[in-house]
């Protein structure tokens, strides 16, 4: 069955799997969601039984329904390779009661990785199908580990050019340091004086400049992106949900149909709504558990059914949740506002004018599947140490606000459904936060001393993304202000 994509903010004329994948954004400032959430057509039995590229398979069919048979296998084969260093690509570990969904074993060991693997061959695809001339340049503004997966998934792809956007203090310094060694004619990188919301506002400004584009296309360009609210990023998500809910069937850990919750350390909303449409789908999930740190935008949200982004901006080391706009949380607005664009266009006005909106009683009720909390920096720490004490396992600083939320979850609702938590990135990304928690006697030790450290304490060798950059040379060492970021696209074009 076809399946097209709307715009959150107004009635047009729905577009293709691939359009929408070239676009990213809808040109009324708007975000493409699909005209309806398809079924499973294959039985959880069957999916048990699957790897990880056939279940990719037979979930993105389902999303991207102009895309042939041939043209999705070949971008899931070319995406989900050697490049991750396990052939399970997204491994599940048991530990503290609950099961880590391992989504770092990609190039970039974050979890940005699953879908930016396969971003550039979906893009690669939807320009040869839609016979695009132009280069496709994407524009992404990144709070730490997006920039880094985006690069490494389009350096020296033909046909396209990338320029990434960070915040110049925002990020670790193992984040930077991936990004401004990143090799590839085609890249640029740029550190922006300001926050992550900056940084996106900048690149949402840009991607709104009609001006600006007529002058990029009469030079042979086109800007597309692979922030998180392009659907080639949402669609590959709800694999491994679906992926880990199979794994658990086959392993005996849960019965068919039985249901399970989803705990996931959440910042632009992106990866919670994978979890929600694989939940539409027909996956038996429960809760959707949404776990922030100090800005806790979303728990307030969930708490009242108020979205007020009118507060301190906080630098935790858990920086890639470090937002205040949750881009993707429209998403599940239009939809619980019965996929009403007007209404949703009305709250996204009240965001971008007043800094917050209120949804109403009907739409407040359809929020039931979700529950929110957060864990302060101290809570955060504890939790690494926690777990690392009883069991020898070492998560990073966002899976520790996941696991220490979770923890809250199950206290306030005696809750003791199988549990998955997403484990977003390697412990050896932020690597400076993890060994503090651990031992206060790690605090002066310079990074790759501790990077050395951290692989004796958990038994994990060191992962090639970090070995690589313990010695590359700078190649990108521009700051603009946010006010300068088109300037600085025109300059690098
Ligand atoms: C991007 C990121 C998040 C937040 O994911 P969203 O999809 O933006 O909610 C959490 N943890 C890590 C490590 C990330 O890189």
């Avoid at 004329?13 to 699909?34: H, K, N, R, W, Y």
């Avoid at 009609?210 to 002058?215: D, I, L, Q, R």
């Avoid at 970090?466 to 088109?486: G, N």
């Amino acid at each position: 069955m076809e399946l097209l994509y709307n715009s959150t903010r107004s009635k047009k004329q729905p577009i293709t799997a691939s359009m929408a994948i070239l676009q990213g954004l809808s040109e009324d400032g708007g975000l493409f969601v699909p005209d309806h959430i398809p079924q499973l057509d294959k039985s959880l039995e069957e999916l048990s039984g699957m790897t990880y590229q056939e279940t990719a398979y037979e979930v993105m069919k389902l999303f991207l329904t102009d895309f042939t048979e041939e043209e999705l296998k070949d971008c899931i084969a070319k995406a989900y390779d050697s490049k991750f260093d396990t052939r399970e690509i997204a491994p599940l570990v048991y530990a503290q009661n609950t099961y880590f969904l391992e989504l770092f074993h990609g190039s970039t060991i974050a979890f940005k990785d699953m879908a930016l693997s396969i971003l550039p061959h979906l893009l690669i695809t939807s320009a040869r199908k839609n016979k695009v001339k132009n280069d496709i340049v994407i524009l992404t503004a990144t709070s730490g580990d997006t920039g880094k997966a985006a690069l490494a998934g389009f350096a020296d792809v033909d046909g396209t050019k990338i320029v990434v956007f960070y915040p110049k203090n925002g990020v670790s310094p193992i984040q930077e340091k991936q990004m401004v060694t990143q090799k590839g004619a085609n890249t640029c990188v740029v550190g922006v004086t300001g926050n992550f919301d900056d940084a996106q506002t900048g690149v949402k400004r840009i991607f709104g400049d009609k001006e600006f584009a007529k002058e990029m296309a009469e030079k042979g360009y086109q800007f597309s992106s692979a922030n998180s609210i392009n659907i080639g990023r949402l669609v590959p998500q709800i694999v491994y949900y679906v992926y880990a809910y199979a794994k658990l069937l086959a392993n005996g850990e849960i019965q068919n149909g039985e249901k399970i919750n989803v705990v996931v350390p959440t910042g632009n909303f992106g990866n919670i709504l994978a979890a929600y449409y694989a939940k539409n789908m027909g996956l038996p999930i429960g809760k959707l558990i949404c776990a922030s740190n100090d800005n806790k935008v979303l728990y307030d949200f969930f708490q009242t059914g108020v979205y007020d982004k009118n507060r301190q901006f906080v630098l935790t080391s858990s920086p890639s949740m470090d937002i205040l706009i949750s881009s993707n949380l429209e998403r599940l607005i239009y939809r619980i506002a019965g996929e009403n664009a007007e209404k949703t266009a009305e709250l996204m006005a009240a965001l971008s004018g007043e800094g917050k909106y209120e949804i109403t009683d009907a739409m407040w009720q359809e929020l039931k599947d979700f529950y929110g909390n957060y864990a302060s920096e101290e809570e955060t720490a504890g939790m690494i140490k926690k777990i690392y004490d009883s069991c020898g396992y070492v998560i990073d600083t966002h899976t520790a606000v996941a696991a220490a939320a979770y923890e809250k979850y199950v206290a306030e609702s005696g809750d003791n459904t199988k549990t998955v938590v997403a484990s977003t990135a390697s412990p050896y990304k932020f690597t400076r936060s993890v060994m503090s928690a651990i031992d206060a006697k790690y605090d002066t030790m310079d990074d790759f001393a501790l990077v050395d450290e951290l692989s004796r304490i958990s038994g994990v060798t060191v992962p090639n993304a970090i070995e690589e950059i313990r010695t590359a040379p700078v190649l990108h060492d521009r700051v603009c202000d946010k006010t300068e970021m088109a300037e600085a696209v025109r300059k690098f074009l």
